[in-house]
């Protein structure tokens, strides 16, 4: 029998079915009646009547798509005053909008880093970052998980350019980077400092302004960061934020700019207006951070495993990718949509549920959300004679 050339991939769709790993696209109704908290439309702003009524007012105007790239005939008024909004917003000097987050971080990382660049990246990076790493063509380092002094180790001796690249709020924990700490070593080693900011804006910062903002970093001639409108924002599509001649610098030589045709019209008269909604309601921004950390303590006191959030994401852990996922299962057949994370999706290779807060929960759906997942959490066999832990507790596995 002649070979195939595809035949691979029943084997390895094999290996993923028996590792518990399959991943299937789920469409969801317009109307769809579960309570959701595992989207990341962090101040509710998706669906709000402002936002929506500006995105069609924007498709009316300038049409359903953008028509071309940015620099042949796609930038508009619309990109143009977003661009100036939020950089003023988040208090950087200039940004340029791209069409998501995820082009927004090839843009930044290659356009910052070269051949004999150093990069020092963060173990728990966002696959944008690390595959931004992995086209830049630089010396890649990847240093523990949050960790400033293997920072310094990586960049200690390095007399050439040298980047840092980190996750401001880490997608899958929800924990924050110690960017003041990051940023000390950066300057001390003449380093840059690229942080993706996108589950800090709308959430971190004074009213939302983000983990830079919260760190006393924006504006600093040193620092570029990176947001996504798709997820506080509630639109889509993604900015590079910093001083004017670094974004000068990606018009001209980031490919993901230059060669993309640019976000549609639609999109960003929809985050411009999410963006105006968020300056002019700052309270959306503690609202969220107050709804995480109801969850974490209500799914804490009841014996589950969950990283403190220090922004609005929730994590959770289970004993394997397949309680995980019939974990996840059993709580949308009980109404509560909540995010499955599993390898290769994490660093660590430990799977979770992840539960994103959102400013407009109430305090009883919240509540309704802990009840749920505490109480179709996967039984965990009690420790071995010997070994520290409370027999019968319900865990979702091990502490961090």
């Not at 959701?36 to 105007?61: C, F, I, K, Q, S």
């Not at 917003?89 to 998501?100: D, I, K, N, Q, T």
């Not at 110690?178 to 971190?204: F, N, S």
């Not at 549920?353 to 305090?363: G, S």
Request: aromatic share 4%; proline share 5%.
């Amino acid at each position: 029998m002649p070979r195939h050339a595809f035949d691979w991939i029943d084997a390895q769709a094999e290996a993923r079915r028996r590792a518990g790993l399959v991943r299937a696209v789920r469409p969801r109704a317009h109307d769809d009646p579960l309570l959701d908290l595992y989207g990341n439309d962090y101040l509710g702003l998706a669906r709000h009547p402002e936002v929506t009524a500006a995105a069609a007012g924007a498709a009316r105007r300038w049409g359903a798509g953008a028509t071309g790239s940015r620099l042949v005939s796609g930038s508009t008024g619309l990109h143009a005053e977003l661009e100036s909004e939020l950089a003023a917003f988040c208090g950087f000097e200039a940004g340029l909008v791209l069409s998501s987050g995820y082009a927004a971080n090839l843009a930044a990382v290659t356009a910052l880093s070269d051949r004999g660049t150093l990069v020092v990246s963060d173990a728990g990076n966002h696959a944008s970052l690390i595959d931004g790493c992995r086209l830049s063509r630089a010396d890649v380092v990847v240093v523990p998980h949050a960790d400033a002094k293997a920072a310094a180790k990586a960049l200690d001796g390095f007399a050439g350019r040298a980047l840092a690249v980190s996750d401001g709020v880490f997608s899958v924990d929800g924990d924050a980077a110690d960017l003041p700490a990051l940023a000390a070593v950066c300057r001390a080693h003449g380093a840059g400092l690229l942080v993706d900011d996108a589950h800090g804006l709308g959430v971190l910062g004074d009213g939302g302004r983000g983990s830079l903002h919260a760190a006393g970093l924006t504006g600093a001639a040193d620092v570029v960061a990176t947001v996504t409108l798709s997820k506080a924002l509630g639109s889509q599509g993604g900015a590079v934020l910093g001083p004017v001649r670094v974004i000068e610098h990606l018009v001209n030589t980031a490919r993901t700019f230059i060669e993309e045709t640019a976000l549609d019209p639609a999109a960003a008269g929809a985050a411009l207006a999410a963006l105006r909604l968020l300056r002019s309601e700052p309270e959306r921004a503690a609202a969220a951070g107050e709804a995480a950390q109801r969850l974490h303590g209500g799914l804490t006191a009841a014996g589950l495993t969950a990283v403190r959030p220090d922004a609005a994401v929730v994590s959770v852990r289970a004993p394997s990718p397949e309680a995980a996922v019939a974990w996840a299962a059993a709580c949308r057949g009980a109404g509560v949509a909540v995010g499955c994370f599993r390898p290769p999706s994490v660093p660590d290779g430990i799977a979770r549920l992840r539960l994103t807060a959102r400013a407009d929960l109430t305090e009883q759906q919240v509540d309704t959300a802990v009840e749920t997942v505490v109480r179709t959490a996967p039984a965990v066999p009690e420790p071995a004679p010997g070994r520290t832990g409370a027999p019968g507790a319900r865990r979702a596995g091990p502490a961090r």
